[in-house]
């Protein structure tokens, strides 16, 4: 009965914020601020046919969709990550969906690691007004130099700074031991240069795929899976950690004849 109050009060109050439908569809996920717009991905960002991007939803070209966003919110309530790296915030919407997570886990803390230090003030003041600065610390730095000197063990990643580095990051986290969960790598479209010529280069993007398929095969790791439409995700799996070792007395040795 309360519960009911309080949701027909909520509605009340927030019924005039309510978005219209976006692309014919009828979603919002819960986690995303009301005041963050978002349209179809197809008129945000160039793609190509084969990447089915009028199927997806994003706030800018920067920013990652909607659709990418959710799973990530998705993926932390899932696995309970508490320390959580990104590389690249930009306009937050990354560390927005990450952070909510966190807040709806009651626990865990995103490391957003972004080298533009007005992107990095714009990302503190947002997380203020989203209640969500307790989950989140911003480090203002370049992310290789970061990965190479932080102590923190990370149990998620997710790779979004340029492209032509992502790789190296992931390397260096392996190297040193600072990764222990999933990584995921974002923009690795197959078909990515046929509508963004020089964001990044071909060779350089080709070559962004390629090593983040041999690392998928590092013996480090145990498998990947790779989403195609829109910019694309490349997630890499770790080694599942080692099984619990066995209870020392069987249930039924102390069972009585
Ligand atoms: C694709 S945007 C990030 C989008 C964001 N993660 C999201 O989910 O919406 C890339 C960001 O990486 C930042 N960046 C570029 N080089 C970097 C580096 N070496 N270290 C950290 N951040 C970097 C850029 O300033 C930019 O803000």
Redesign the pocket.
Known sequence: MITRLKNALRGTLLGWKKHPPVAGRNWHPTWLPLDIPFGRESEAHPHSPEERAELFLA?NT???EIET?NWLHATICLTKATCIL??????????I?LAAACRDNGLGKVHS????PA?CERLVSRMQRYGLANYVEVHC????E?LQKTDLVFDFG?F???CD?RAEEYCICLDRKIIQGIAAF??TSAHRTKSLLNDPPVAVHNEYRRKIHELARDPRNSGYFEHILSRGLFVIFPEPAAPPPPPETHCLASVEP
């Open positions: 706030h920067g920013s990652t966003l990104e590389t690249g915030s930009l306009d937050g919407l990354g560390t969906a690691v972004e080298i533009d992107a730095s370049g992310s290789l970061f997710f979004d700074s340029l580095i974002h923009d």
